[in-house]
């Protein structure tokens, strides 16, 4: 998994408020959520499914996870944005 390296220039500081390059943000909440739903499932998160492009398959998460995972996304979304006041820069443009 290649990792976005920090910069300190993806981060803009606007009235107490940090925004954060989107594609950094939506990583971070997207690990956090991930990590959160694996463990709630205790390995069972995740099925094997046919790609549909190719003859490949991929590994996705089961119907129920998925929606674990999405109000966990955001729930991480909505505290960082509450208790640090974190916002991805998106809201910016």
Do not use: H, W
């Not at 099925?47 to 995972?69: H, K, M, N, P, R």
């Not at 729930?75 to 991805?88: G, I």
């Amino acid at each position: 998994m290649n990792k976005t390296q920090y910069k300190p220039s993806s981060t803009t500081l606007s009235k107490g408020n940090a925004y954060i390059d989107n594609s950094i943000f939506m990583e971070f909440v997207d690990d956090i959520a991930t990590q959160i739903t694996e463990i709630a499932y205790k390995g069972e998160a995740t099925i094997e499914i046919q790609d549909g492009l190719s003859d490949d398959t991929c590994i996705v998460f089961t119907e129920e996870a998925q929606d674990f995972y999405n109000e966990k996304y955001d729930e991480v979304e909505t505290m960082l944005n509450n208790t640090l006041r974190v916002y991805s820069d998106e809201c910016l443009r």
